[in-house]
């Protein structure tokens, strides 16, 4: 028997997770990212609930916690760096700002790509160029260096910006949301004086529609977010010093930290800025080509649920094909499983992102009051309000009985 063929475009989390799913399925699995080698920017990741399971079940739960990058909470900050609220990590709870799982996204991809690079394809430096569906069998798709692969199934997994999507749009009848927020991430050194440098995700509301971000990592550093109300600027802005320039212009007096953040500026490298967005598909395939994570489904930064997404969406994928012979019955069972969840975590907190980033003095004042009431004990309810992943509203579904599948018989048509 010959094994089933899926080639997965876009190596950040979802993709390699599939894989890794894929390969124990008895799968043979193609991954082509466009990058020349593994990306491993990014800070921050949340990985929630069921997305956690879905570690467990990998066998990455304790490497990704050993990894942690020591975050034990969330404190909402005065000007002065004096805390207005206070919401520490509880063990258990999926619900706050700080996820039960927070690693950098460098390290995770790199864990992912480590752990599937033995027994899997991984082409780095192209893209797809082509993807032909003939009506009586595999698609044969075009890579930009000229090979051409058959292919069970084609998945995007290129994230929010996704090119092949884009060329494909009204397959899957795309829409794509601005949230009105920019954020510039980056990081700066740790100040070994400050002794709050390291160990909570500190938060500052400035006016103007600002905010400012320092959270710890496990490599000595602090990684800053800047963000602010704004229509998209990151795809006119290219180059990384034009990026500099709009941040030193609209943080200028912010306060709090902004002198030390804007001094380090010159000397960034890791500057990634991006205007936050939704994406929405009517469909997640046409035919034998399907989307996953962020070429998906995009929830954004804001709902705290992009990785977790990712990963328990490539875990029910994988278990879908792996359980039908079929590819469309399979497709369909997978958008079945996942769209509830999805829609869900799309729905983002009421007025958010722009309630957390007021424009006047009385708005800053008044989230600030926010953040203490509901900090204060009795009405935490107020954060899972802000703060609401719905990241344990999904019960896995078990694959367990697929392991012992080393190949599956290859469909025709
Ligand atoms: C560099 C980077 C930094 C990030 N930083 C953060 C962060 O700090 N905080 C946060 O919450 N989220 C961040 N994200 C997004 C986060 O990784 C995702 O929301 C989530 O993990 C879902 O992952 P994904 O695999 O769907 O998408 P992504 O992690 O975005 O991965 C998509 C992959 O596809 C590749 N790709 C794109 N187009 C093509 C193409 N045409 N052909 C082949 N490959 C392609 C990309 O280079 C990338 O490697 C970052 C993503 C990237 C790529």
């Known amino acids: 028997m010959t094994p089933r063929h899926v080639l997965i475009s876009g190596a950040g989390i979802a993709g390699p997770t599939l894989a890794w799913w894929l390969v124990r399925y008895g799968f043979r699995c193609t991954v082509v990212e466009r990058f020349a080698e593994l990306r491993t920017g990014g800070q921050n990741i949340d990985i929630r609930g069921a ?41 258990g709870e999926t619900d706050g700002p700080t996820a039960e799982r927070e690693v950098l996204r460098g390290q995770f991809a790199e864990l992912l790509h480590e752990r599937t690079r033995d027994d899997v394809d991984y082409r780095f430096g192209v893209q797809v160029d082509r993807i032909e569906q003939p009506a009586d069998g595999a698609a044969r798709v075009t890579l930009t260096d000229g090979t051409t692969l058959d292919c069970d199934v084609v998945v995007l997994a290129e994230g929010i910006n996704s ?22 991430y980056f990081s700066v050194p740790r100040v070994p004086a400050d002794a709050q440098d390291g160990t909570w995700w500190r938060w500052y509301n400035a006016t103007g529609g600002r905010s400012i971000t320092l959270r710890p990592d496990n490599v000595g550093r602090q990684r800053v977010t800047l963000s602010f109300r704004s229509a998209p600027v990151a795809a006119d802005l290219r180059s990384m ?116 980033h007021p424009r006047t003095r009385l708005g800053v004042a008044a989230l600030r009051t926010a953040f203490r009431v509901a900090a204060a004990g009795p009405l935490r309810r107020f954060e899972t309000t802000l703060f609401q992943p719905p990241a344990d509203q999904f019960v896995l579904p078990d694959y367990r009985h697929l392991r012992a599948v080393e190949t599956a018989t290859t469909e025709k048509g």
């Open 163 to 184: 090119r092949t999507r884009g060329r494909l749009a009204d397959a899957f009848g795309v829409h794509e949301r601005r949230l009105g927020v920019s954020i510039g």
């Open 241 to 356: 010093d034009a990026q500099k320039d709009v941040l030193r212009r609209r943080f200028a007096g912010a306060g709090w930290q902004s002198d030390r953040i804007l001094a380090a500026l010159p000397d960034v490298d890791d500057l990634y800025l991006e205007d936050l967005g939704q994406v929405r598909a009517d469909r997640w395939s046409d035919g034998r080509v399907a989307l996953l994570g962020d070429a998906a489904w995009c929830a954004s930064p804001v709902s705290g649920m992009g990785t977790s997404l990712a990963l328990v969406g490539a875990y029910v994928l994988a278990g879908e094909l792996a359980a039908h012979v079929h590819h469309q019955d399979a497709l369909a069972r997978y958008e079945e499983r996942m769209r509830p969840y999805v829609t869900r975590a799309q729905k983002l907190p009421p007025g958010a992102p722009g309630v957390m």
């Open 51 to 91: 997305a956690r399971e879905v570690l467990r079940r990998m066998g990455l739960d304790d490497e990704v916690g050993a990894r942690g990058t020591g975050e034990i909470g969330t404190r909402f900050v005065d000007c002065d760096g004096r805390a207005v609220g206070e919401f520490p990590q509880t063990p």
